[in-house]
Nanobody, 130 residues
Framework: QVQLVEFGGGLEQAGGSLRLSCAAS????????MGWFRQAPGKEREFVAA????????????DYADSVKGRFTISRDNAKNTVYLQMNSLKPEDTAAYYC???????????????????WGQGTQVTISS
Protein backbone atom coordinates (compact mmCIF):
# COMPACT_ATOMS: atom_id res chain seq x y z
CA GLN A 1 0.00 0.00 0.00
CA VAL A 2 1.41 3.36 -1.04
CA GLN A 3 0.73 6.49 0.97
CA LEU A 4 1.07 9.93 -0.58
CA VAL A 5 1.22 13.28 1.18
CA GLU A 6 1.29 16.59 -0.66
CA PHE A 7 2.94 19.78 0.54
CA GLY A 8 3.42 23.27 -0.76
CA GLY A 9 0.04 24.64 -1.68
CA GLY A 10 -1.04 28.12 -0.73
CA LEU A 11 -2.07 31.54 -1.93
CA GLU A 12 -0.03 33.22 -4.65
CA GLN A 13 -0.48 36.15 -6.98
CA ALA A 14 -0.85 35.74 -10.72
CA GLY A 15 2.55 35.52 -12.35
CA GLY A 16 4.13 34.02 -9.28
CA SER A 17 5.52 30.56 -8.59
CA LEU A 18 4.85 27.67 -6.25
CA ARG A 19 6.45 24.27 -5.83
CA LEU A 20 4.39 21.32 -4.75
CA SER A 21 5.96 18.25 -3.21
CA CYS A 22 4.55 14.78 -2.74
CA ALA A 23 6.21 12.37 -0.36
CA ALA A 24 5.56 8.67 -0.91
CA SER A 25 5.89 5.74 1.45
CA UNK A 26 4.96 2.10 1.51
CA UNK A 27 6.41 0.96 -1.79
CA UNK A 28 9.51 1.05 -3.99
CA UNK A 29 9.17 4.60 -5.23
CA UNK A 30 11.15 4.12 -8.43
CA UNK A 31 8.61 1.49 -9.57
CA UNK A 32 5.78 4.00 -9.64
CA UNK A 33 4.78 6.47 -12.28
CA MET A 34 3.85 9.66 -10.47
CA GLY A 35 1.23 12.12 -11.56
CA TRP A 36 -0.30 15.42 -10.56
CA PHE A 37 -3.98 16.12 -11.09
CA ARG A 38 -6.14 19.04 -10.07
CA GLN A 39 -9.77 19.70 -9.36
CA ALA A 40 -11.46 23.07 -9.31
CA PRO A 41 -14.85 23.56 -7.64
CA GLY A 42 -17.63 22.17 -9.78
CA LYS A 43 -15.24 20.57 -12.24
CA GLU A 44 -13.89 17.11 -12.79
CA ARG A 45 -10.42 16.16 -11.68
CA GLU A 46 -8.04 16.73 -14.58
CA PHE A 47 -4.55 15.68 -15.55
CA VAL A 48 -1.75 18.19 -14.99
CA ALA A 49 1.57 16.34 -15.36
CA ALA A 50 3.15 12.94 -14.89
CA UNK A 51 6.60 11.38 -14.89
CA UNK A 52 7.31 7.76 -15.65
CA UNK A 53 8.73 5.15 -13.33
CA UNK A 54 12.44 4.42 -13.55
CA UNK A 55 12.49 1.84 -16.29
CA UNK A 56 15.57 1.64 -18.50
CA UNK A 57 13.68 2.58 -21.68
CA UNK A 58 11.37 5.25 -20.30
CA UNK A 59 13.03 6.76 -17.26
CA UNK A 60 12.31 10.45 -17.01
CA UNK A 61 9.56 10.49 -19.60
CA UNK A 62 7.07 13.20 -18.76
CA ASP A 63 3.76 14.42 -20.05
CA TYR A 64 1.90 17.66 -19.47
CA ALA A 65 -1.54 19.02 -20.03
CA ASP A 66 -1.58 21.61 -22.80
CA SER A 67 -2.76 24.24 -20.34
CA VAL A 68 0.44 23.99 -18.28
CA LYS A 69 3.09 23.21 -20.89
CA GLY A 70 5.98 25.62 -20.66
CA ARG A 71 4.91 26.81 -17.20
CA PHE A 72 4.94 23.68 -15.02
CA THR A 73 7.74 21.15 -14.59
CA ILE A 74 7.44 17.75 -12.94
CA SER A 75 10.49 16.03 -11.48
CA ARG A 76 11.25 13.20 -9.10
CA ASP A 77 13.94 12.35 -6.59
CA ASN A 78 13.95 8.62 -6.06
CA ALA A 79 16.42 8.88 -3.20
CA LYS A 80 13.93 11.06 -1.32
CA ASN A 81 10.77 9.22 -2.47
CA THR A 82 9.42 12.57 -3.58
CA VAL A 83 7.89 14.03 -6.71
CA TYR A 84 7.75 17.76 -7.34
CA LEU A 85 5.66 20.10 -9.41
CA GLN A 86 7.29 23.45 -10.09
CA MET A 87 4.62 25.90 -11.15
CA ASN A 88 5.65 29.18 -12.75
CA SER A 89 3.73 32.02 -14.38
CA LEU A 90 0.69 31.05 -12.37
CA LYS A 91 -2.74 32.12 -13.55
CA PRO A 92 -6.04 32.45 -11.68
CA GLU A 93 -7.33 29.49 -13.69
CA ASP A 94 -4.67 27.33 -12.02
CA THR A 95 -6.67 27.63 -8.79
CA ALA A 96 -7.63 24.14 -7.68
CA ALA A 97 -6.95 21.36 -5.24
CA TYR A 98 -3.87 19.52 -6.49
CA TYR A 99 -3.57 15.79 -6.00
CA CYS A 100 -0.57 13.53 -6.25
CA UNK A 101 -1.13 10.05 -7.66
CA UNK A 102 0.88 6.88 -8.19
CA UNK A 103 0.64 3.88 -10.48
CA UNK A 104 2.85 0.81 -10.60
CA UNK A 105 4.81 0.38 -13.85
CA UNK A 106 2.38 2.53 -15.80
CA UNK A 107 3.36 2.64 -19.49
CA UNK A 108 4.14 6.01 -21.02
CA UNK A 109 1.06 6.06 -23.25
CA UNK A 110 -1.18 6.03 -20.17
CA UNK A 111 0.50 8.80 -18.16
CA UNK A 112 -2.45 11.15 -18.54
CA UNK A 113 -5.16 8.61 -17.80
CA UNK A 114 -6.67 9.40 -14.42
CA UNK A 115 -8.25 5.96 -14.08
CA UNK A 116 -4.86 4.25 -14.35
CA UNK A 117 -3.66 5.59 -11.00
CA UNK A 118 -4.26 3.44 -7.95
CA UNK A 119 -3.04 5.65 -5.14
CA TRP A 120 -3.96 9.23 -4.32
CA GLY A 121 -2.94 11.83 -1.82
CA GLN A 122 -5.37 13.98 0.14
CA GLY A 123 -4.72 17.06 -1.96
CA THR A 124 -3.31 20.52 -1.35
CA GLN A 125 -5.08 23.74 -2.23
CA VAL A 126 -3.55 26.23 -4.64
CA THR A 127 -5.23 29.61 -4.94
CA ILE A 128 -4.03 32.20 -7.44
CA SER A 129 -5.26 35.75 -7.10
CA SER A 130 -5.49 38.14 -10.03
Amino acid sequence: QVQLVEFGGGLEQAGGSLRLSCAASGGTFSDYTMGWFRQAPGKEREFVAAISWSCSWCSGSADYADSVKGRFTISRDNAKNTVYLQMNSLKPEDTAAYYCAAAFHLPAYRLAQKGSYNYWGQGTQVTISS
